[in-house]
């Protein structure tokens, strides 16, 4: 009686771990959690981060300066497909999250760090590569901006904070 009570609490335990650790890794399918909104770095349990000076993504505008409430492009491109992403506009004087998106292709969704809108994160495991994006700046002055994205290759493989040119304000009110 006693072997087939331990017999029971043991497959009980590790049925308990194996739905855990499903449900963990599910949650970020979904895309990004809140808890990277800071550092922009993914939670998942056994991730590496590669070197941040990668040959396959990289994240751009065709603008080099804006003016406060302007619509920015932003594009990312990749030689390698990657599942899941962060990217954020960011302030350059002091790193802060700034401005929100106004448009964001299939496949993603927009998260609230700090503002409704000012980060973007996938909404799904589909294999992405190019995407285009429309960040609107605020409309009272902020400085100069830099995008930054973060993009997880597959559940092992990241790179963190890729970031773009500097992109310039102009026209101080």
């Known amino acids: 009686m006693e072997d087939s009570r331990r017999a029971h609490i043991a497959i009980v335990g590790w049925a ?22 800071t550092d922009m770095m993914p939670r ?3 991730v590496q981060l590669h070197s941040p000076s990668n040959n396959y993504v990289t994240v751009h505008t065709n603008m080099s300066f804006y003016f406060p409430g302007d619509k920015v492009p932003v594009t990312v491109r990749s030689t390698r497909d990657f599942m899941g992403f962060l990217l954020q ?15 964001i292709p299939p496949g993603s969704k927009l998260l609230t760090c700090f503002e409704d809108g000012d980060t973007v994160t996938h909404s799904d495991k589909s294999l ?9 700046a605020p409309d009272q002055p902020i400085g100069d901006i830099k995008f930054f994205i973060s993009v997880v290759q597959s559940y092992f493989v990241y790179w963190a904070k890729i970031e773009s040119a500097t992109v310039a304000q102009r026209g101080q009110n």
């Open 16 to 37: 308990c771990t194996t739905l855990c650790l499903v449900s963990y890794t599910a949650a970020f399918s979904h895309g990004a959690s809140l808890s990277a909104c």
């Open 44 to 46: 998942h349990l056994r």
């Open 128 to 136: 992405k590569r190019n995407l285009s994006f429309v960040w609107k």
């Open 89 to 103: 506009a960011r302030k350059v004087s002091n790193d802060e999250i700034a401005g929100t998106f106004v448009f």
